[in-house]
């Protein structure tokens, strides 16, 4: 008999203190990098050395391996994990004994001495299935953290996109810039002669100022889009240096297939897996949450009294649930399961959705990128080279090919736009594939409450 109770001692010890805090980074860094499409094929390890990244020219692979490497922000969510491990492990433990003492004095003899040593055993009992609850979430907690590396992965692929763009649209309206000015010195040298009108003259130095304001703004929008790359890849203070790859890459002959990027949403998404192993969590809790309101708080020790001489015997401690039996929390734990069945249907309907539109989103950017390629730019170039041949026939003027070239640099610049435009719905769409549903403010806020609120139920 006394055999039996040590193997269950000992397990009920195994059981409450097997529970690891740690956190296995790179395991994590891992698992996000063989969740993007094609990442299981990869072979190459992810760098660990971020200066080495730095130094050679950026790509959007090596700017996304930066940030995670440097990001305070991912280091702060990935301490989520290590808090929910660290929850389980506390609602797994064994309940404290109480120790109670009392000493009655009876005239001038030896004080009477009384001892006692209680432990919950309700609570005990409770602690195992607490701990399943609690399992759910540290579950949850984990693909969170696995989401929040692909999250800012994607997220400063799009960045890093947006700054190519950016230096390209910069580098064209330089070239405008130049060819404006040259324009608007020859008009002013043919109006000085009186070769051309005051309404010539005013009209290409109005399309100089113009093309000057908006160099400007494209230097405003290299310079925020250098500062949203910076803060995406950790990167702080004067004297960063480093160097981007300067041209948004063409079109991949492989297209991402628009039939199935619904599908293949929804059968990898970790947003959905998140939300099952929460709605799990919230069910294991209303079922203790019901199960602790009725269960009498049982208390058992041993009890040792000394009046001439010490009698020892056993205790117990019994409190019946007459006027309460935890509604309250019953209440709150339903509640929190019907919630999260909710935003797990939610989740579903907006995922198919998004998947829906950037299937068309991606299919209409790649035909418009190819039209540019194919049709517009060559045409430009055309128009470019004939005016010049009638320029060197003297058959049009200077302003003819000058406006010429213009209009070739703004279809240039249209096409940049339109490439840009690609790859932000190409790494949207790789996002998805990869699990992430990018959330509305006001849905990963719910979310992130829902996770704090899963941390709190498993602490009691």
Same mark, same amino acid.
């Given at each position: 008999m006394r055999r039996k109770q040590s193997l269950a001692i000992a397990a009920l010890l195994t059981l409450t203190g097997c529970v690891s805090t740690n956190v296995d980074y790179s395991e994590l860094r891992s698992a996000a990098e063989a969740r993007r499409p094609g990442g299981a094929a990869r072979t190459a390890a992810p760098s660990q050395d971020a200066n080495a990244l730095l130094a050679r020219p950026l790509t959007a692979d090596s700017a996304a391996e930066v940030a995670v490497l440097n990001n305070r922000g991912l280091r702060a969510a990935l301490e989520e994990l290590a808090i929910a491990k660290a929850g389980h492990a506390s609602v797994r433990r064994l309940p404290?004994?109480?120790?109670?003492?009392?000493? /009655?004095? /009876?005239?001038?003899?030896?004080?009477?001495?009384?001892?006692?040593?209680?432990?919950d055993l309700t609570e005990l009992a409770l602690a195992l299935s607490r701990g399943g609850a609690a399992a759910a979430g540290v579950e949850a907690a984990r693909l969170s953290a696995i989401g929040a590396i692909i999250d800012l992965s994607f997220d400063t692929r799009e960045a890093f996109f947006e700054y190519q763009a950016a230096l390209q649209a910069l580098e064209l309206r330089r070239t405008v810039v130049q060819a404006l000015s040259a324009s608007a010195d020859m008009a002013a040298r043919l109006r000085a002669a009186g070769n051309i009108t005051e309404l010539q003259h005013a009209s290409e130095t109005s399309l100089f100022q113009e093309a000057r304001l908006s160099h400007q703004r494209a230097e405003v929008a290299l310079a925020t889009a250098k500062e949203r790359l910076n803060a995406a890849m950790g990167l702080w203070g004067r004297g960063i240096e480093w160097h981007a790859v300067p041209r948004l890459p063409e079109v991949p002959e492989a297209e991402l297939p628009a039939e199935k990027l619904e599908p293949e949403a929804v059968r990898r998404s970790l947003d959905l897996e998140i939300a099952k192993q929460r709605f799990a969590a919230a069910a294991k809790r209303s079922n203790v949450s019901r199960a602790a309101g009725f269960l009498p708080e049982l208390k058992a020790g041993i009890s040792a009294e000394r009046d001439e001489e010490w009698a020892i015997g056993p205790a117990v401690e019994l409190e019946l649930p007459l006027?309460?039996?935890?509604?309250?929390?019953?209440?709150v734990a339903r509640a929190e399961m019907r919630r999260q069945q909710e935003l797990y249907t939610d989740l579903a309907v907006r995922l198919r959705s998004t998947a829906r539109a950037l299937a068309t989103q991606l299919g209409a950017a790649r035909e418009a990128v190819l039209y540019y390629r194919d049709v517009l730019l060559p045409t430009k170039q055309r128009i470019v080279d004939e005016t010049q041949l009638q320029y060197n026939a003297m058959s049009v003027g200077i302003f003819q090919l000058l406006q010429a070239k213009r209009d070739q640099v703004e279809t240039a610049t249209g096409y940049i736009d339109q490439l840009r435009q690609y790859w932000i719905a190409r790494t949207r769409a790789e996002r998805l594939l990869s699990g992430r549903l990018a959330l509305p403010a006001s849905i990963s806020g719910m979310m992130v409450g829902s996770a704090e609120s899963s941390n709190a139920g498993a602490s009691h």
């Amino acid at each position: 008999m006394r055999r039996k109770q040590s193997l269950a001692i000992a397990a009920l010890l195994t059981l409450t203190g097997c529970v690891s805090t740690n956190v296995d980074y790179s395991e994590l860094r891992s698992a996000a990098e063989a969740r993007r499409p094609g990442g299981a094929a990869r072979t190459a390890a992810p760098s660990q050395d971020a200066n080495a990244l730095l130094a050679r020219p950026l790509t959007a692979d090596s700017a996304a391996e930066v940030a995670v490497l440097n990001n305070r922000g991912l280091r702060a969510a990935l301490e989520e994990l290590a808090i929910a491990k660290a929850g389980h492990a506390s609602v797994r433990r064994l309940p404290n004994p109480t120790l109670e003492g009392a000493m /009655r004095f /009876r005239g001038e003899g030896d004080p009477e001495l009384e001892l006692g040593a209680m432990i919950d055993l309700t609570e005990l009992a409770l602690a195992l299935s607490r701990g399943g609850a609690a399992a759910a979430g540290v579950e949850a907690a984990r693909l969170s953290a696995i989401g929040a590396i692909i999250d800012l992965s994607f997220d400063t692929r799009e960045a890093f996109f947006e700054y190519q763009a950016a230096l390209q649209a910069l580098e064209l309206r330089r070239t405008v810039v130049q060819a404006l000015s040259a324009s608007a010195d020859m008009a002013a040298r043919l109006r000085a002669a009186g070769n051309i009108t005051e309404l010539q003259h005013a009209s290409e130095t109005s399309l100089f100022q113009e093309a000057r304001l908006s160099h400007q703004r494209a230097e405003v929008a290299l310079a925020t889009a250098k500062e949203r790359l910076n803060a995406a890849m950790g990167l702080w203070g004067r004297g960063i240096e480093w160097h981007a790859v300067p041209r948004l890459p063409e079109v991949p002959e492989a297209e991402l297939p628009a039939e199935k990027l619904e599908p293949e949403a929804v059968r990898r998404s970790l947003d959905l897996e998140i939300a099952k192993q929460r709605f799990a969590a919230a069910a294991k809790r209303s079922n203790v949450s019901r199960a602790a309101g009725f269960l009498p708080e049982l208390k058992a020790g041993i009890s040792a009294e000394r009046d001439e001489e010490w009698a020892i015997g056993p205790a117990v401690e019994l409190e019946l649930p007459l006027f309460y039996q935890g509604q309250g929390e019953v209440g709150v734990a339903r509640a929190e399961m019907r919630r999260q069945q909710e935003l797990y249907t939610d989740l579903a309907v907006r995922l198919r959705s998004t998947a829906r539109a950037l299937a068309t989103q991606l299919g209409a950017a790649r035909e418009a990128v190819l039209y540019y390629r194919d049709v517009l730019l060559p045409t430009k170039q055309r128009i470019v080279d004939e005016t010049q041949l009638q320029y060197n026939a003297m058959s049009v003027g200077i302003f003819q090919l000058l406006q010429a070239k213009r209009d070739q640099v703004e279809t240039a610049t249209g096409y940049i736009d339109q490439l840009r435009q690609y790859w932000i719905a190409r790494t949207r769409a790789e996002r998805l594939l990869s699990g992430r549903l990018a959330l509305p403010a006001s849905i990963s806020g719910m979310m992130v409450g829902s996770a704090e609120s899963s941390n709190a139920g498993a602490s009691h």
